[in-house]
């Protein structure tokens, strides 16, 4: 399976905790756009995708 990135400013296709190389964790919702990154050229990283349950 590929890694899910994101570029800043585009929407997330999943929710869940994204990486930035080097820095730290942060949550992305889907359809909303990914936050500015510390370095021009980085992109987010899917880490841990959000499981939702249903009851």
Same mark, same amino acid.
Not at 5 to 28: C, D, F, I
Not at 48 to 53: A, F, N, R, S
């Given at each position: ?42 992109? *987010? ?6 499981? *939702?349950?249903?009851?």
């Amino acid at each position: 399976m590929s890694k899910i990135t994101v570029r800043p400013g585009n929407p997330a296709p999943v929710s869940g905790q994204y990486k930035v190389p080097g820095g730290k964790e942060t949550t992305l919702i889907q359809g909303k756009p990914a936050p500015p990154t510390p370095k021009p050229g980085q992109r *987010h990283t899917l880490v841990d995708p959000t499981e *939702h349950k249903r009851g």
